[in-house]
Each structure stands twice: as C-alpha cells, then as structure tokens.
C-alpha cells in the first residue's frame, strides 16, 4: 500500500494534501512552532500563516506552547471565518517508560485536548524512539517502551485523536513495529534535506503507506545547504531564494514539510513555495548532490 497524493490547487484551503492511510487529509505544508512561547508572538505567527493560506499547525509537548496554540487559534479563526475543521493540528509527545505508558499517555492526550481548547487533534506523533529516562543502551527497555506506547495510541478513541504516526523513527524501527502494530503509521517525521535524502526509509514508507514529512527541511538555515553550488544554481534559474528550492523539493516530491519561522514575511514567503515548479532535471540533481549529512538528529534518536 502507498501513500495516496490529493492535489488541490486552492491555497486558501491550505495547499495541495495527501490522504494518508488513516483516511484523513493533510496539507503537504504547515506552520512549525517550535521556539514561539511568547502569547504575542504566536498570535502574530498563526495571525500570518491563517493570512497566507495556512490551514496546519505542528506543536508538540517539548516545545511547550500547546496552549499559546490553542488560544491564538481561538482568537483567530473566527477573524478569518474558520472553524475548528478548517485546520489540521498536529502535537508530539515524548515516549513514557514501557511500565508508564499505558495509564500515561491518555492522560497526555487529555492535557493536550485541554491546552489546543479542541475536542480531538488531527494527528498524533511518538517523538523518538526513546524515553528520556531510558539509557541509549538499554535495547530491551527501549523496545518495549515503543511497542507499549504505540499501542497506547492505538487505544486512543478516533473520536479524540483521528491518526497517529512516529517522529524521528528509522527503518529498524518501524519493521519492528510490523511485529505488533494494528494500526500503521500514517507519518514518520523526520529530518529530510538535499544534504540527508534518507533513500531508505522514503522506500520503506512508501511502500508500507507511511507518509513521510521534513519537520526541518531548510536544515534551520545551514549555510553548508543554501549556499550548495546546486541549490544556488536552481534559485538563480527560477529566479527564487534558497529556501523556497528546498521546501519545493520536498514538496515536489509528496513530503510534507513544517517550516518553522515567527517571521510574517517568512511564514508568508515559505508558503508560496507551493507556486515553485522544480523540473524533473532539477530534482535529480538535488537527488544526487554527493553529501549525506545530518544537521540535527541526535544520537538517542538512533537506539535500537
């Protein structure tokens, strides 16, 4: 099974979606929120991102602002005549010890539904594939520590979360969900980047229905990236930024992306990638750029 793509041209509606394996839709770009905490702050940013077209917002419990979230978009969806519907949310969480997990994460849930002021929340992600308080060496315990969250997402009503999916997890990861799972994923956020074009995992969720999303994919501004002869040479050609090419590239290729920008002007710009159409020429040279580089993923995120 594969990922099914659903282009739509309006972006007032939030941009081209994918119908993911769970049945629902997302749009292929959202606005990220990570490092806005300020109550002011965020008002402007969702007052910008819901402006340009944005109708998708990714939080999560370790960037602590699930409520500064929820109450810009209380304020402001009725400024633009949206309701609770119109948007697609999406919140993270990090892993419990397996002997935490089932009586925890419901709780978590709550808090969220709680702090978003919504009744249900689109999607929900597993951050990594660790609890904090489990040692990187500790392979058993971190294995189990998956399964038993995940099937506490899975015990979830549908009613309150519609799909679930992981972060930040790789190929061993989810074939050792197959194991256990009753439910798939239906996302894998991940870093994604011309520098880091993960071949593997992209054929591996491809292939189970795993919809893949770039929850960084201008690698937060690396130099090394958007100053890359080949990135350079394709803004020149399209006469475009840096940053557009590689959210394009993303895009272009069905994987979501959530930039993350506080910035009106940016948010606006980072939206209207959606209008750059990269040529087949240039993403094969985007694909084939000789680096394979992670700017971010830090070592925990790769236990076993």
Not at 103 to 119: A, F, G, H, M
């Amino acid at each position: 099974m594969t990922a099914t793509k659903i282009l739509k041209n309006q972006k007032g509606e939030g941009g081209s979606k994918v119908l993911l394996n769970s049945g629902h839709l997302i749009p292929l770009i959202g606005l990220g929120t990570y490092k806005i905490v300020d109550q002011t702050l965020m008002d402007s940013s969702v007052d910008a991102a819901l402006k340009c077209g944005y109708r998708f917002f990714d939080t999560a419990k370790l960037y602590q602002n699930e409520k500064q979230l929820g109450n810009s978009l209380e304020k402001l969806l009725p400024k633009y005549g949206l309701n609770r519907e119109d948007v697609f949310l999406l919140t993270k969480f990090s892993p419990f010890p397996a002997e935490k997990a089932s009586e925890e994460v419901p709780k978590l849930i709550e808090e969220s539904l709680e702090n978003l002021k919504t009744n249900y929340i689109d999607l929900v992600l597993i951050h990594c594939p660790k609890p904090d308080e489990n040692k990187n060496e500790d392979k058993e315990g971190n294995s189990a520590s998956r399964k038993i969250n995940w099937q506490a997402l899975e015990n979830l009503s549908e009613e309150k979360v519609h799909s679930i999916g992981v972060s930040n997890y790789e190929v061993c990861h989810l074939e050792e969900m197959n194991k256990y799972l009753n439910k798939k994923p239906a996302v894998n956020q991940i870093e994604f980047h011309p520098h880091f074009r993960r071949n593997e995992i992209r054929e591996f969720c491809k292939n189970e229905g795993i919809h893949l999303q770039a929850f960084s994919p201008m690698a937060r501004q690396q130099p090394e990236l958007l100053n890359d002869p080949v990135v350079k040479r394709i803004t020149e050609e399209h006469k475009t930024t840096p940053q557009k090419v590689l959210l394009s590239f993303a895009i272009s290729q069905g994987i979501g992306v959530v930039p993350k920008s506080s910035n009106p002007e940016w948010i606006c710009s980072n939206f209207d990638s959606l209008d750059l159409k990269l040529t087949d020429k240039d993403l094969d040279e985007l694909n084939n750029i000789p680096i394979n580089k992670n700017y971010i993923r830090p070592t925990p995120w790769l236990v076993l």
